[in-house]
């Protein structure tokens, strides 16, 4: 047995995002979003699910809440839906959106819970995809325009701003893999959007800095770690185009303020180029205040000519997997950690999403979900290990609070602390939140 004992000024949190959580898809003036299209659209989505109703958090928020501050947490990351504030994605601002969120970031603050705000979960609204998406640089200004209303309108009570989340999945999960919304599937595209969403991050910072409001911004990258399968030089090169397809790509232009010569190169290879207009990059390379650091697997791999985008193969050399067939690989978390410390320095962190997908069901009232304990115990050893080894770690925020609609996979794929009936929308409390209410209670806990 040994003790792991956090600081005790680390910051407990869970997080959720409002498409997967909220539902009341038509209620209070919401436009539609990419998603109720993309989720609409046979095919797209596991058993023909969408997020109509999802949690019902929309009108069960209260209830939620409570939840939140019985497991004790102080921190609760949550997104906006940018077409309940917008419903044409720009124009006209949609007061009874605003209330809404007003209502919600009160209920929080009333229960001692810091909104942690993500302006952009996915959710774009359907009438700015019709104009390009992200691959339209209006669709940029409209973000930046969106970010400001949001500033303005929650200053003071919202302290803690996140611009994007996994820009990777923004870009090249829906536009170059095809899985997510709205489901392309061009490489050259989802690198103009890449480029684009640093760009809208930038934007963003820049309209919170003018308006000198008090509180912090970030941005949310999701990154894996990918360990080379022996020290043969062409194992390591396509590891690290591997990982940088989600860490270089995606710090280097906020942290240097350029692109990684490999991955230009290598994008080159395969016929794609990057074009960047004057002053883009400053825009981008702004100090933040956080980095938020969504991580959830790992693995092995190698050199492999012609395999994906990359020529790398990844080896299955044997591990345990979530119920979302995803290694469990909590070792990966503590190595990209310190990479991120070697190579970016001393930025603060917030882990905004991290945790695991099983499917337990409820059996007399409870939901025996060790293996999400389990989980748990070898990931926040990880965060241990790195604030031992001075990485600048300021808070954990697990993912997440509830089940809810796990995008291209419905209902079927389960991350919450609490189980959710979608049938008759009955939250129960899994074995994991009574694990994680004592860990934060304890600052602690013994493995
Ligand atoms: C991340 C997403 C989050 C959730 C988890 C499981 O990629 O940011 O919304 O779906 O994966």
């Known amino acids: 047995m040994a003790n792991i004992t956090f600081p005790k000024d680390l910051r407990w949190g869970a997080a959720t995002a409002a498409y997967q959580i909220e539902g009341a898809s038509t209620k209070g003036g919401r436009g539609l979003s990419i998603w109720d299209t993309f989720s609409h659209t046979p095919g797209k989505v596991r058993n023909g699910d969408n997020g109509d109703i999802a949690c019902d958090s929309y009108h069960r928020y209260k209830e939620d809440i409570q939840i939140m501050k019985e497991l004790g947490i102080d921190i609760y990351r949550f997104s906006v839906s940018w077409p309940r504030i917008f419903p044409e994605g720009t124009g006209e601002i949609n007061q009874e959106g605003l209330q809404y969120y007003h209502n919600f970031v009160d209920e929080l ?30 669709v940029v200004d409209a973000f930046a325009h969106y970010s400001k209303v949001m500033f303005q309108e929650f200053h ?39 480029h684009n969403l640093m760009l809208a991050h930038g934007k963003a910072v820049t309209e919170f800095r003018n308006l000198s409001i008090d509180g912090e911004i970030g941005y949310a990258p999701n990154v894996e770690w990918i360990e080379a399968f022996s020290r043969k030089q062409e194992d390591i090169d396509a590891c690290n185009r591997g990982m940088g397809y989600f860490m270089e790509w995606f710090f280097d232009p906020v942290f240097e303020g350029n692109y990684p010569t490999f991955m230009l ?7 794609v180029t990057l074009e960047i207009a004057d002053g883009d990059m400053d825009i981008i390379k702004q100090p933040i205040d956080f980095l938020g650091i969504n991580f959830y697997t790992g693995s092995v791999g190698r050199y492999k000519e012609g395999e994906g985008l990359f020529d790398l193969e990844r080896i299955d050399i044997g591990y345990e997997k979530t119920d979302f067939d995803w290694n469990i690989y909590p070792e990966g978390f503590y190595k990209v950690l310190l990479k991120i410390k070697d190579q970016y320095g001393d930025v603060p962190i917030y882990i905004t999403e991290n945790g695991a997908c099983y499917n337990d069901g409820v059996e007399h009232d409870r939901v025996k979900d060790e293996r999400r304990i389990e989980y ?14 001075g990485v600048n770690l300021k808070g954990y925020l697990t993912w997440s609070l509830l089940d809810n609609f796990e995008w291209a996979e419905g209902y079927n794929k389960r991350f919450g602390l609490v189980h959710v009936d979608f049938d008759t929308l009955k939250r129960t409390k899994k074995d994991s939140y009574f694990w994680y209410e004592k860990v934060i209670r304890n600052g602690g806990y013994e493995i």
């Not at 810091?114 to 691959?135: F, I």
């Not at 990777?168 to 690198?191: E, I, K, M, R």
């Not at 190169?265 to 016929?271: I, P, Q, V």
């Open 109 to 138: 603050l009333a229960n001692g819970i810091e909104p942690m705000c993500t302006l952009y979960h996915w959710d774009l609204p359907q009438a700015l995809q019709e104009k390009g998406g992200w691959n339209n640089r209006e």
């Open 156 to 194: 003071g009570k919202i302290k803690k701003w996140i611009t994007i989340n996994e820009p990777w999945c923004v870009s090249f999960l829906s536009n170059y893999l095809g899985d997510h919304a709205p489901g392309n599937t061009d490489l050259q595209l989802a690198v103009n959007i890449s």
């Open 265 to 271: 190169n290598w994008f080159e290879k395969k016929g």
């Open 376 to 389: 748990l115990k070898q990931h926040l050893v990880s965060i241990k290990r790195s604030i031992d080894s």
